[in-house]
């Protein structure tokens, strides 16, 4: 797909025909220097935004052809979106947070779901706090709750370690490689991290918002050393 943002002499051309599968089950990380196009591809990918060319097919679901509703709809339903920020609510509970996405679709919160959630992230007890009160990675894991709740078919995490200390940043890592070994669901992580990106199964890189490479079962040494070829540091 391609993405041009703005036009005329603004244009800035912020994917330019690229062109990706991720299979069902499994762990892809994308990487790339700063601008190159990795959230763009995520937001395009998840419906928060559509590309300019070119198409993005969920499952069997083409985005494409989707109204507004319909697609906040798959949105709602069948993916999962995280983070850097964590994007919780300040004024609700945990527990309130992680039923976020049933209130916004006007349906009954399922509260033994929300329970059952919070406590696969390790924070059973933390459900009538609020985010205030949380550390980061506390933070972090209400919003992978808030995430799965809905049991989406894929979740998508934009840097979902990059405000965390590395400990922290592990759990959600394996909290991450956990979900798509024990129920299939798919995951697409944008990470800056080497250490990060060997918790998938594969990493695509990005450059100029092009394909430039991949990784099967990736190393960190490798990872970093693919970085540096592309010029990120
Ligand atoms: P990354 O996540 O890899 O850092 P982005 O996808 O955020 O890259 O950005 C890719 C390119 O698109 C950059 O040149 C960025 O400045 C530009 N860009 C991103 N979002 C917008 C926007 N809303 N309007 C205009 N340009 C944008
Ligand atoms: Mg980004």
Known sequence: MTKIYGSGKNAVTALDGVSLAVRRGTFLAIMGPSGSGKSTFLHCAAGLDRPTRGEVVLGDIR????????????????????????????????????????????????????????????????????????????????????????????????????????????QVLELLRGVVDRTGQTVVMVTHDPVAASHADAVTFLADGRLAGELTRPTPDQVADRMTRLGDW
């Open 63 to 170: 985005l494409a052809g989707l109204g507004e509703e319909l697609l906040s709809e798959i949105r709602r339903d069948r993916v999962g979106f995280v983070f850097q920020s964590y994007n919780l609510l300040d004024s609700l509970t945990v527990a309130d947070n992680v039923g976020l996405p049933f209130r916004l679709a006007g349906t009954p919160v399922p509260t033994d779901r929300v329970r059952a959630e919070l406590a696969g992230v390790g924070l059973a007890d933390l459900d009538d706090r609020y985010p205030g009160q949380l550390s980061g990675g506390q933070r972090q894991r209400v919003a992978i709750a808030r995430a799965l709740v809905t049991a989406p078919d894929v979740i998508f995490a934009d840097e979902p370690t990059g405000a965390l200390d590395t400990r922290s940043g592990k």
